[in-house]
Each structure stands twice: as C-alpha cells, then as structure tokens.
C-alpha cells in the first residue's frame, strides 16, 4: 500500500550567512540533509518543525517565511511511500548549543547524527543527497547569483 509522507525542513542560517546541514545514518544508509523530519498526525507543519529542531539541535526556532514545497514526484529512499517535503527558512532563538563538525559524516560515539556549517557561497548540490534538497539548493544558488 502507497501513502504519502509529509515532511519538513528548516533552513537556518547563521550570522556568518552559513547553513545548517544534518549528516546522519539511518540503518546501512549515510546521508547530508536540512534539518526536520516527519509530520506526525494531528500535528501542524510549523508546530511539526519546532519540535523536529528541539528533538536534532536542543533548539527553538522561530519560522520566518516558506521558501519551497515539494512539486515533483519523490519515492522515499527508505520505503514506498510518496514523499511530500515543505522547507521553511527558520532563526534559532538562542545559539545553538551543539558540537559542530567541518567534515562529513563526522559521528561521535553512540551518535549517528552530526551538525555543520556550509558557506551559502560555497552551497552546491552535492551537500544534501536527496532529489528534494538539492532543488532547495539549487534554488538558493539562484537567489544568490540574482
């Protein structure tokens, strides 16, 4: 049976006009992605993208503006649902408090997820591995380049 899979993402960036990325692994699968996760029922997206930021960063956000929502075709990589993804720029309300990496895939102990900083400068597709972030990027690298 096919279902839908709604998720969502923020795009915080820094001062320092940076972008958080989340390296994780899940199972045998190794991936870059934007902060977020699913959508839970009876849950709102804005609400569904605080509590995702608190449970992966230990932060509040604030929710600025909507930047993009899926308009294509996904297949989850991890089952056989149809993946739905609504990306939201976002501000943390207080610096983050979490052990920032400058390589990929850099886990600690016992930890299969890791946070670092990307230069929207230096943004390029091949930062986050699935089809959905990397139209999200894309469309950061043209408003950069506007």
Known sequence: MS???????????????QVLISDEQSGDRIFSKFPGGGLEL???????LKREFMEECNAEIEVLNHLYTTDFYEQSSFNDSQILSIYYTV?????????????????????LQSFRWV???DLKTDHVTFKTDKTVV????????Q
């Open 42 to 48: 009876g849950e709102g997206l804005i609400d569904a």
């Open 138 to 145: 894309e469309l950061l690298i043209k408003q950069r380049n």
């Open 91 to 111: 501000k943390a309300l207080h610096p983050l408090a979490l052990n920032f990496k400058t390589e990929v895939f850099d886990f600690d102990e016992n930890t």
């Open 119 to 121: 230069d929207l400068q």
């Open 3 to 17: 279902y839908f899979n709604v998720r969502v993402y923020g795009l915080l960036i820094n001062a320092e006009n």
